[in-house]
């Protein structure tokens, strides 16, 4: 169906989103379980650090993403002689990200599910010659899931508007790192109403779907 507008950003949006939502699905899910079971020093600096991007500006965010996989990087020099990548004004790089401005959301609901489970099913599981692996994927992960999940959706929404930290990285090209968030600024810049209040309707759409799915996952729950 034809409605006069270019939806490639929409698309663009939900590949950005989705790369971001599955690494810090597995990092973030590492991260926390790793938090929430583990006594040593510095947990509470490792805890700051996870939940850093919530609250930092994303172009400060940006600066450091620049500063740490920028072509001058020593990362981004590696990537560049060994693997022929460039994450800088890339797809990729927004993703990248994307990822990091959505790791908190995950982390922190993550954490939140794994404390929730009863230690001492992990203990019976362990007694019953489990390794720590089989108690991670038969115990803990299933027990934890539905709050993991409503963390990975958020992750997905927060990703699908993230718009300082992309622009810096991944910069605003049309049809190659614009993204909806910048679309729809470029479209009030210019003046193209109907463009931008299109790709507002249809993003608040999937947005609000994200949140009710979100929340009914959680109600669920703690049932």
């Known amino acids: 169906m034809h409605i006069g507008v270019d939806?490639?950003?929409?698309?663009?949006?939900?590949?950005?989103?989705?790369?971001?939502?599955?690494?810090?699905?597995?990092?973030?899910?590492?991260?926390?379980?790793?938090?929430?079971?583990?006594r040593f020093w510095g947990k509470e600096g490792l805890d700051s650090l996870c939940t850093l991007p919530l609250v930092m500006p994303p172009t400060v965010l940006g600066y450091y993403l620049i500063v740490c996989i920028g072509n001058q990087s020593w990362l981004g020099q590696w990537l560049k002689a060994t693997l022929g990548i460039s994450?800088?004004?890339?797809?990729?790089?927004?993703?990248v990200a994307a990822a990091v401005v959505s790791l908190p959301l995950i982390y922190k609901t993550a954490r939140a599910a794994f404390e929730g489970v009863d230690p001492?099913?992990?203990?019976?599981?362990?007694?019953?010659?489990?390794?720590?692996?089989?108690?991670?994927?038969?115990?803990?992960?299933?027990?934890?899931?539905?709050?993991?999940?409503?963390?990975?959706?958020?992750?997905?929404?927060r990703a699908m508007g993230e718009f300082g930290?992309?622009?810096?990285?991944?910069?605003?090209?049309?049809?190659?790192?614009?993204?909806?968030?910048?679309?729809?600024?470029?479209a009030m810049q210019a003046g193209n109403d109907a463009t931008a209040t299109t790709l507002v309707i249809v993003i608040s759409i999937f947005c609000l779907t994200i949140l009710l799915v979100s929340g009914k996952a959680l109600k669920i729950r703690y049932q």
């Open 165 to 186: 930290a992309t622009l810096m990285v991944a910069g605003n090209l049309p049809g190659k790192t614009q993204t909806v968030s910048m679309a729809v600024y470029d």
């Open 120 to 157: 001492n099913l992990e203990k019976a599981a362990r007694t019953l010659g489990a390794s720590e692996m089989g108690v991670f994927f038969r115990v803990s992960l299933p027990l934890a899931w539905r709050g993991i999940l409503s963390g990975a959706m958020l992750a997905f929404a």
């Open 7 to 38: 939806l490639t950003p929409l698309w663009l949006t939900l590949r950005v989103a989705g790369v971001a939502t599955l690494v810090t699905l597995v990092l973030g899910v590492m991260l926390a379980f790793f938090v929430a079971r583990s």
């Open 87 to 95: 994450l800088i004004f890339t797809w990729q790089g927004a993703a």
